[in-house]
């Protein structure tokens, strides 16, 4: 396995630009996620990786080996990477058994017969694909359809594993028990995974680190913890989990901390900016309290099982989200407790 590295790496598709200098590294061993809105140029990174496409900008590398270079021209063949690819189509030879699929790459390379089997049951070990190595790829589920991608994949014991939304075509249950299954995976091998998705759910279940992107940039690469609890942008804020952006203003910063107004009250915040403009405030930083010094109204009520989301409407004007225990009725008016939010700068001095 090996880190992948990319500098200043920029892709214009007939001279506008699917990805803008794009410099980050997928460190060793990593599962990191590639997350944001159609468009924003997920794909195209990966594809890059890959070697499908060649950048207009910049370079790329694979552990110590440079596989492309704009200036200079370098462009390593997407064979010659050794990186596993699943799409979201399987892509599997519909007349070849579950074996015969995930050993092709090896018949290709004509591995000696004993060397390809014991790699085949490996890979079938590693995707829980024992049972059906026999059965052609008609008589699966779509699970297991996409688990015997990762397995021929996983054969050639690639350096990376990069994957473009392969659960996309998956049904919600199948889903979950998919992304365990990619994430023991990942345990098990120590494999560098690279897994473009725009399901921050399933981003937030499988990866080490989040590469947030937006209109071609990278616009936040953190854990998913630190993505919800210290946005840096109001596009990530927004994006990332749920709550609502409210305006800030008045910021002091004393011994206590940082405070500010916002809602109609002064409020501590928690914040790594000098001039805050804006506060993220999640569900959890709203407590329903009778005294509490901010007075809402219930807009909308949705059962989530076992507690309910309430949108709220702030006395001042803003929009808010929370969630309760009980049920509330729309129209209800209703007093909030704020736990510091964090606070984040105004949105002209970020990518958002
Ligand atoms: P989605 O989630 O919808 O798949 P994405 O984030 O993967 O989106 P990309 O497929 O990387 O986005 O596309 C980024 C931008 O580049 C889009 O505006 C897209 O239209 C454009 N683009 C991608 N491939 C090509 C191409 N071969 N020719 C022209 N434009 C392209």
């Known amino acids: 396995m090996a880190e992948l590295t990319l500098t200043q790496v920029a892709k214009h598709f007939g001279g506008t630009p699917a990805l803008k200098s794009v410099t980050t590294t997928v460190r060793d061993g990593e599962f990191l996620a590639l997350l944001g809105p159609s468009g924003c140029g997920k794909s195209t990174l990966l594809r890059l990786l890959a070697g499908f496409d060649q950048p207009t900008e910049g370079r790329i590398s694979i552990g110590a080996q440079e596989v492309a270079n704009a200036a200079t021209r370098v462009n390593v063949a997407p064979e010659a990477r050794n990186i596993g690819f699943v799409f979201q189509s399987y892509a599997l030879w519909p007349h070849m058994t579950v074996r015969r699929n995930v050993g092709y790459p090896l018949e290709i390379r004509r591995l000696p017969k004993p060397e390809r089997e014991a790699r085949i049951d490996a890979a079938l070990a590693a995707t829980a694909l024992e049972p059906f190595g026999d059965r052609m790829p008609s008589d699966l589920s779509g699970g297991q359809r996409q688990r015997v991608a990762l397995a021929r994949c996983l054969v050639s014991d690639p350096t990376a594993v990069l994957l473009d939304e392969p659960l996309a075509n998956l049904d919600v249950a199948l889903r979950a028990s998919m992304q365990e299954m990619f994430s023991d995976f ?20 499988m990866a080490d680190r989040i590469a947030v992107m937006n ?8 854990t998913p913890e630190a993505l919800y609890a210290r946005p840096r942008s109001r596009f990530v804020a927004e994006f990332i989990g749920e709550g609502a952006v409210v305006p800030l203003t008045g910021t002091t910063h004393g ?17 790594d900016t000098q001039q805050p403009a804006l506060a993220c405030l999640r569900p959890e930083n709203l407590t329903i309290a009778e005294s509490g010094p901010v007075r809402a109204r219930v807009e909308r009520v949705t059962y989530l099982g076992g507690r309910y989301r309430l949108d709220l409407t702030a006395a001042s004007g803003e929009a808010l989200v929370t969630q309760s225990a009980t049920r509330l009725s729309p129209g209800d008016q209703i007093g909030l407790a704020l736990s510091a939010p964090w606070a984040l700068p105004p949105p002209d001095r970020t990518h958002s």
């Open 215 to 222: 209109h071609g940039a990278i616009v936040q690469l953190d």
């Open 186 to 205: 990942h345990r098990r091998t120590g494999a560098t995974m690279v897994y473009v998705t725009h399901d921050q759910a399933e981003a937030m279940a």
């Open 255 to 271: 011994d206590q901390g940082a405070e500010a107004t916002l809602l109609g009250t002064r409020l501590q915040v928690e914040t």
